[in-house]
């Protein structure tokens, strides 16, 4: 009876944190997401940023991760004080995790385009760079549109409000539909891209380290005559390699976090399919519950932190793009 009321009272301890932790963390995250990501809209919308591939897919990020916020942390806040419509209605279950999950997948296929538009970029081959351009920006977009709404599609027929004996409320009501669901968010949403951003950040790397070892090759042949007769032109390279750097700067940094803060969670997701539910009222459930708030919040401030990503690592071009934005008075009627 005495260790059954130590359990108990831990059981109900935990629980208390993560009740804690959902009321007013989330609100933190909330208030420096949205606005860092808001101010993303802003910064990258305009037009001397705008014209350059990796920062329309950095904007189209920052546009799915205000969406993340949005619709997923507002449901998080209100579980805190046990009000979360999600878990006991069954359309707002269904909508809400269809919008998030997707927002979810397209924010990571985003920083994946924006990896591969990188690559092309520092490739030696010309025909590679020629592909950087904004018809296949906008091809690239769309699929990537069409394979998040096929990989998500199942959450629409297998999540259910109202269930008593998973980790979340609103989940998928059978065990087929959550290993189903659970699979996919973890291989195809969110290990696959994390995957293909790794793989094409190496080439990146590899292709730069190409392209100054030409570049000293050629350094050192060329005569003083020949520097001259292009120095009208160096200006112009030398602002559009800056610019380059800046971006690949950006991404690798936003890359290292997205690694760290979700994958955790697409793990966690995976171990919760293939083990066995501990009864609800248990220590073991109260651990795994906190464990699984934890992980999720770790998501979304991955979604939340790009702006700062960018304002510390993006080099004068990104913080010269947000000056001119508050000179022009945008950023002043916005914050009103």
């Not at 001397?48 to 990796?54: A, D």
């Not at 290990?191 to 090759?217: D, H, S, W, Y």
Request: proline share 3%; glycine share 4%; hydrophobic share 45%.
């Amino acid at each position: 009876m005495s260790s059954s009321n130590t359990s108990a009272d831990l059981s109900a301890s935990v629980n208390n944190v993560s009740n804690i932790i959902l009321r007013y963390i989330p609100i933190f995250i909330y208030g420096f997401g949205l606005v860092g990501n808001c101010l993303n809209v802003l910064v990258l919308g305009q037009r001397n940023l705008r014209s350059t591939p990796s920062a329309i897919f950095f904007l189209f990020s920052s546009i799915a991760g205000c969406i993340v916020i949005v619709s997923g942390l507002t449901s998080r806040m209100m579980s805190g004080y046990s009000v979360d419509l999600t878990l006991t209605v069954g359309w707002i279950c269904k909508i809400r995790n269809v919008i998030l999950y997707s927002a979810r997948t397209l924010v990571l296929l985003m920083i994946v385009l924006a990896t591969i538009d990188r690559w092309l970029l520092s490739s030696v081959n010309v025909h590679f760079r020629h592909m950087s351009n904004m018809k296949n920006v906008q091809r690239s977009i769309f699929i990537a549109f069409i394979y998040t709404c096929v990989i998500n599609a199942p959450i629409i027929f297998c999540y259910q409000a109202n269930l008593t004996d998973t980790i979340r409320g609103c989940y998928g009501s059978t065990y087929s539909c959550r290993l189903t669901t659970d699979l996919i968010y973890a291989f195809a949403s969110t290990l696959l891209p994390l995957f293909l951003m790794t793989v094409f950040g190496l080439l990146t790397v590899k292709n730069v380290r190409q392209i100054r070892r030409r570049v000293q090759a050629i350094d050192g042949t060329t005569t003083s005559q020949d520097n001259r007769i292009a120095s009208p032109n160096l200006t112009e390279q030398q602002r559009l390699r800056k610019r380059d750097r800046s971006l690949l700067r950006m991404l690798s940094v936003q890359v290292s976090f997205l690694i760290l803060l979700t994958c955790p969670h697409a793990v966690q997701k995976v171990y919760s399919s293939f083990a066995a539910s501990p009864p609800p009222q248990s220590l073991e459930y109260a651990i795994q519950t906190l464990i699984f708030n934890f992980f999720t919040l770790f998501t979304f401030t991955a979604s939340g932190m790009p702006f700062y990503i960018y304002t510390l690592t993006g080099g004068i071009i990104f913080r010269d793009a947000l000056f001119d934005l508050i000179k022009s008075g945008i950023l002043t009627r916005f914050c009103r």
